[in-house]
């Protein structure tokens, strides 16, 4: 598996549809995510928000994470703390989900964060996902708050951890 940052040339469509497979897992559990229904404009447009990695396996994108770094005043506080940037759009083709390719790229993208000068690393997620604010917790996410999307059915769980 290689993980590299998404290139010019690479399939916004193929992106989309992975995104949109791995999230129809929480779909499927009731919770509305951005990413069950994105389109494709909608990926181009959250790319260019930040760096954009991509895990690839045999020559196709099976993996994705988007590090953040532009953000909007009506974000969280904690997101707009100096020093943050912020893991969005973390999709893992759902056949591969379990083996460490999430592991890996959420190493990857702190990697990057911590190059670019970055103190720590936030996210959020459903309070009901409850596997995966144990995922987050087991790689040293620790709870940082709660906010309402209000595009969403459901109030996230904000998560932060501090980048050594």
């Keep these: 598996m290689q993980i590299r940052p998404l290139h010019a040339d690479d399939s916004f469509e193929e992106l989309t549809a992975l995104i949109r497979a791995a999230y129809a897992q929480l779909a499927a559990l009731g919770f509305r995510y951005w990413g069950t229904y994105q389109s494709v404009e909608d990926t181009r447009h959250r790319c260019a928000s930040g760096t954009c990695l991509v895990a690839l396996a045999e020559g196709r994108i099976v993996g994705t994470v988007l590090l953040k770094e532009i953000f909007d005043e009506d974000d969280?506080?904690?997101?707009l703390e100096p020093g943050t940037r912020v893991v969005s759009q973390f999709a893992i083709l759902p056949e591969l989900q379990g083996r460490g390719t999430g592991s890996k790229l959420l190493k990857e993208a702190e990697r990057v964060a911590r190059r670019a000068g970055a103190s720590q690393v936030a996210l959020d997620t459903a309070e009901g996902a409850a596997h995966l604010i144990a995922f987050y917790e087991k790689?040293?996410?620790?709870?940082?708050?709660?906010?309402?999307?209000?595009?969403?059915?459901?109030?996230?769980?904000?998560?932060?951890?501090?980048?050594?």
């Design 76 to 79: 969280p506080a904690l997101y």
């Design 139 to 164: 790689r040293g996410y620790r709870l940082a708050g709660t906010v309402d999307w209000h595009d969403t059915n459901y109030v996230s769980v904000l998560m932060a951890k501090t980048l050594d």
